[in-house]
């Protein structure tokens, strides 16, 4: 053992111990999912480490590419896992040319992640969600709302302790565009709400309040 250890370069040694460290933090979240303690990120890591980065609720930023949350902890620790095996196994032969595939395979398992776990989220459905506490909360566009309510647009919005996807129309005389963050300030029905730009979203909140 010791022996075939001293035979790989240092950057091998340094993907293994990534890569195992990486696979038994995956193989921890797996089971505590499996077992109903990892319903989502936000719980896991008790609101800490990189999953703060993605959470938009109150004016978060997140990193959100065709309505998937990418950098998640579950993310990061795929791509290292998958990434590192990958560059580890393929550097015996083209060295540290490995790099090029093992960062792909690593980008593809956290894209894998991320649609397993939206897919988790629309299993749970929406028939738990109250759609009035959504309102006052922050979001993300994903799909542009039209101006006017000349038509449904799409966000997400971190509500209840897990994100849910929205439809989104707005009074707004221009269209607000995919990324860009919005106050819901009403709803329509149990799966429609109505957004504005920060601006007029506080202007909107206010006058809701006073009628």
Not at 12 to 37: D, H, K, R, W
Not at 40 to 66: C, E, P, R
Not at 82 to 110: C, H, K, M, N, Q
């Amino acid at each position: 053992m010791t022996k075939w250890w001293n035979e790989m370069h240092g950057f091998q040694q340094v993907l293994f111990v990534v890569a195992c460290a990486a696979t038994l933090f995956m193989i921890v979240q797996i089971i505590l999912l499996a077992i109903g303690s990892g319903d989502n990120d936000a719980t896991f890591d008790a609101d800490t480490s990189v999953d703060d980065v993605d959470t938009i609720n109150d004016g978060g930023v997140g990193l959100t590419i065709f309505g998937l949350r990418i950098l998640t902890v579950r993310g990061v620790i795929a791509f290292l896992a998958v990434g590192s095996w990958l560059t580890f196994a393929l550097f015996y032969s083209i060295r540290f040319y490995a790099l090029i595939p093992g960062i792909a395979a690593g980008i593809g398992a956290a894209f894998v992640i991320a649609l397993f776990m939206k897919a988790m989220d629309k299993l749970q459905g929406s028939g738990n969600l109250k759609i009035e506490n959504t309102v006052g909360k922050t979001a993300e566009v994903y799909l542009t709302v039209p101006a006017l309510r000349a038509g449904n647009g799409k966000v997400n919005v971190y509500v209840q302790e897990r994100y849910a996807e929205m439809e989104a129309v707005t009074d707004s005389p221009a269209p607000i565009k995919t990324g860009e963050k919005v106050k819901i300030i009403d709803t329509l029905n149990e799966g429609t709400v109505v957004v504005e730009p920060f601006g007029a979203a506080q202007t909107a909140l206010e006058k809701k309040e006073e009628e």
